[in-house]
């Protein structure tokens, strides 16, 4: 049964009703335990925990059963046990530890804003030991309520002394809502006792507590995205309508929220719009005859909130076939073009150079990709299906529809990678103008893949220029690599650009993002003499020579609550490099973590400052 939450949200908003917060903290009970009641939210903020215990590897005892000692073993048993239900921050916990006797007292953490009690972050060396936490609840009246729980890894939760859930896994991570289970509370003080044992990584738990009327409001507090659900990514030839729905994410009871949704071809044009609701079925209509990719881009509004985005991806007719047509087009494209490459003249040699690796990208791609159909793999075949085409027709397509469009240069034998794929994107009046400025950007380690043609996929930092409906007025390129960036690589990728692009030598620009923006200095200092201007975004010099860059203009960017690469790394670099005299800009982010890059890829401010930088001799 689905629920419209708009009315509910309203009427919970007038009453003065708090969502996503922490739950309503009172006095301390006489156990010394935080008091908490069940609000809106859910969510309790403040507890009491102990921990520390050991947490030893054993044999199970069956076959599923608990591989860890520390689920089974009661480490509350010297001040009372786990069936007491209670902790006291004045009574510390005795138990034997790896070293002899020792003790825990038991001490007040909160849980974050988004409600994850962090146990990792309140003991520190946190691999392979259990802890608890404890709070007590007070309650008008005996009632019923619902509680959600998420925990790394296993656990158990006790109310009142008695055990209401129990969970046993190798190893989780914490999600919320990934467990539900009723609770039963008394009126006035209920205690609430949590365990969780922990190996390694993460260690942690969501617990939240609803009254059925604050259902509908807590549903959507926990929607963190929307996806579209289709039957198939392959609709059939001469289909009329594309089918499916929005369902918001993590999955659980339907919810409905208003939406909409775009349909949109290859070349971004519209094909139809709609209204829409999550959790209701969806007809989509499409052109009558139409056949080709299909992305459906759809935006979802919450109350109070910023709205969801998102995008599917779809093909209408015969895929495989289409792949096949295509695929012989490459061949005959890379064929004639190899052959142009003894051809007499230069230019036309110089030509071929530049388009034999969007040939060859389109034979190894349409060679590799697998079965079923992938939505961002049609995407790619979406993008170089004309190119293709307009070259197995001996046009130059590249000179005739600028835009994005991946390449494949082939690497000598004993380097790291058979090939580097690459998206290249050339200004609108690329033929008339002359010679552009080059920009090169180097993705992050979520970017990696391992090496196939597939690794061209339209990343972050490929897809920017579609961010203004037309490409920017810079040769752009985009490379893809499986492990870490190697400058030899770099350099073959460089040289060819210069080769047989109309580049402009002096003024080659180079950023990148978290491992890109690591190789951005390694790759400068270790080659200054090539680049005109530097971006950096949350990334760190790890020892590089700085001196051999400090004549170079450079744009320091980081989210300072970043815990992948801290923003120490990034004002470190800054600061010598300002010791050396360099020329450098700043960007903090107060308020963002590691990924920063849409607050400087999506605007043309940080693009064209790139560019505007002519290349400087190194000083002897």
Request: proline letters at 8%; hydrophobic letters at 40%.
């Amino acid at each position: 049964m689905s629920c419209n939450v708009e009315f509910v949200l309203a009427c919970a908003a007038l009453c003065g009703m708090a969502f996503g917060c922490a739950a309503t903290a009172g006095e301390a009970g006489p156990a010394g335990a935080p008091v908490n009641r069940v609000t809106a939210s859910g969510f309790f903020q403040d507890w009491l925990v102990v921990g520390g215990f050991p947490n030893r590897q054993i044999q199970p005892e069956a076959e599923g059963g608990a591989s860890r000692d520390g689920y089974e073993r009661d480490f509350l048993a010297p001040v009372g046990g786990e069936s007491a239900g209670v902790l006291s921050a004045d009574k510390p916990v005795p138990f034997e530890g790896p070293g002899g006797p020792a003790e825990a007292r038991p001490f007040a953490f909160s849980a974050a804003s988004d409600g994850l009690l962090d146990l990792a972050e309140a003991f520190s060396d946190a691999e392979d030991q259990v802890a608890y936490a404890h709070c007590r609840v007070e309650s008008e009246r005996a009632e019923r309520v619902t509680a959600y729980f998420g925990s790394d890894d296993s656990a158990r939760v006790y109310v009142n002394g008695a055990l209401v859930h129990s969970v046993w896994t190798e190893g989780r991570a914490a999600v919320r809502w990934e467990d539900s289970f009723p609770v039963e509370l008394r009126e006035g003080m209920n205690d609430l006792l949590v365990k969780v044992e922990q190996r390694v990584g993460g260690w942690g738990f969501y617990l939240e507590l609803y009254r059925e009327a604050d259902m509908a409001v807590a549903r959507v507090s926990r929607i963190d995205g929307v996806s579209f659900e289709a039957p198939s990514l392959v609709l059939p030839a001469g289909a009329t309508a594309l089918s499916g729905s929005l369902q918001p994410q993590p999955a659980g009871e339907p919810v409905e929220l208003p939406a909409s949704v775009t349909l949109h071809d290859a070349d971004n044009g519209t094909l139809s719009s709609h209204d829409a609701r999550t959790s209701a079925p969806l007809s989509l209509e499409l052109p009558a005859d139409y056949e080709g990719y299909v992305e459906a881009r759809y935006r979802v509004r919450l109350p109070g909130r910023e709205p969801l985005t998102g995008d599917a991806r779809f093909y209408v007719g015969d895929y495989a076939a289409a792949k096949a047509d295509l695929l012989e087009k490459a061949h005959a494209a890379v064929a004639r073009l190899r052959k142009e490459l003894d051809d007499p003249d230069p230019a036309v040699q110089r030509s071929a150079r530049r388009q034999l690796p969007v040939a060859r990208l389109g034979e190894e791609w349409l060679a590799w990709d697998p079965e079923p159909p992938v939505g961002k793999n049609m995407e790619v075949f979406a993008r170089m299906r004309p190119a293709i085409e307009a070259l197995a027709r001996g046009e130059d397509y590249q000179l005739a529809h600028p835009g994005n469009v991946p390449a494949l240069m082939d690497l000598p034998e004993g380097m790291a990678m058979p090939g580097m794929t690459f998206w290249v994107s050339l200004p609108v009046d690329y033929g008339s103008g002359g010679p552009w400025p080059v920009i090169i950007h180097l993705h992050g380690s979520g970017g990696r893949r391992p090496w196939t043609p597939g690794t061209a996929h339209p990343h972050e930092g490929a897809l920017w220029n579609y961010k203004f409906g037309v490409p920017m007025p810079y040769i752009c390129i985009t490379p893809a690599t499986n492990a870490r960036w190697d400058t030899e690589i770099l350099d073959l990728l460089l040289d060819h650009v210069l080769d047989v692009y109309d580049a402009d030598p002096d003024r080659v620009a180079l950023t990148g993002f978290s491992m890109g923006g690591f190789a951005t200095y390694t790759w400068s200092t270790r080659r200054p003499e090539r680049f005109s201007a530097l971006a950096v975004l949350s990334g760190a010099a790890r020892g590089n020579d700085l001196s051999r860059i400090a004549h170079i203009p450079i744009w320091i960017c980081h989210g300072e609550r970043d815990q992948a690469v801290s923003v120490e790394g990034g004002r470190a670099a800054g600061a010598e490099l300002e010791r050396l005299g360099a020329d450098v800009r700043y960007t903090w982010h107060p308020d963002l973590g590691h990924g920063i890059q849409a607050s400087h890829q999506h605007t043309e401010e940080f693009w064209a400052w790139l560019a505007s930088h002519k290349r400087k001799p190194a000083p002897e």
